[in-house]
């Protein structure tokens, strides 16, 4: 079956553009992580969806980070006047329904770019 | 404050068992061990996870201390698509997150 898909790729964009970055979880998972990786470093938890709800955004860096999932399936991770410093690889990632440490399936990121 | 230690990198040879560490001496009762791997352009993968009993897998084994303090994954005969950066957690049950450290960046060599 389909694992977590996510588009684009890889996304350039110039200071002060806004971003858009799509995930497609798996089939019937009800949650939904986005984390943040920089270069060298571990992916950072930035927020969590259940179903159409977003329980947690604590890890959002600032209020230019924006994510929904308006009808519990896919997702979208908005960022507004990119800065350099969000230069990074954004992942996704969906767990089925059951208990909190179910396995996270995580889809193989948007490389973001900011000149 | 991290709660897990791992060396930053380890080679080992094709077909050979390779063993990772991971100390974790401040986990909980309640907190869980999880590996997983990162291969190059790829999204982190599941391998095992396990709270005080040594799990077995397709994957891998997991050897928890008795008092649970470090860890030992084990690949039992490393082939070159394992290399990867492998990361140690400790999860509480009821805890969503994942709070991945810097891991251990495993190279096999043939």
């Known amino acids: 079956g389909a694992g977590v898909s996510q588009s684009p790729r890889y996304k350039v964009a110039k200071r002060g553009q806004d971003v858009a970055l799509r995930c497609d979880p798996i089939s019937g998972h009800v949650s939904l992580f986005w984390y943040q990786q920089a270069l060298g470093q571990g992916p950072e938890f930035l927020t969590y969806?259940?179903?159409?709800?977003?329980?947690?955004k604590s890890g959002l860096p600032s209020d230019r980070f924006f994510a929904e999932r308006p009808e519990g399936s896919v997702s979208t991770l908005k960022i507004q006047r990119t800065q350099q410093e969000d230069s990074a690889v954004y992942l996704c990632a969906s767990s089925p329904p059951g208990t909190r440490t179910d396995t996270q399936y995580f889809g193989p990121g948007t490389r973001l770019t900011v000149l | 404050d991290a709660k897990t230690t791992q060396p930053t990198s380890m080679d080992c040879a094709e077909g050979r068992a390779a063993n990772l560490p991971c100390n974790h001496s401040t986990i909980s009762g309640n907190e869980y061990v999880y590996w997983y791997r990162q291969i190059h352009s790829q999204g982190p993968q599941y391998i095992i996870h396990g709270l005080k009993n040594n799990e077995t897998n397709e994957m891998a084994s997991l050897i928890i201390t008795e008092d649970r303090k470090s860890s030992t994954l084990i690949l039992p005969h490393a082939t070159l698509r394992d290399t990867a950066v492998y990361y140690c957690?400790?999860?509480?049950?009821?805890?969503?997150?994942?709070?991945f450290g810097a891991g251990t960046t495993v190279t096999v060599r043939a």
């Open positions: 957690i400790v999860r509480v049950s009821n805890d969503y997150k994942l709070s």
């Open positions: 969806f259940q179903n159409e709800a977003q329980l947690d």
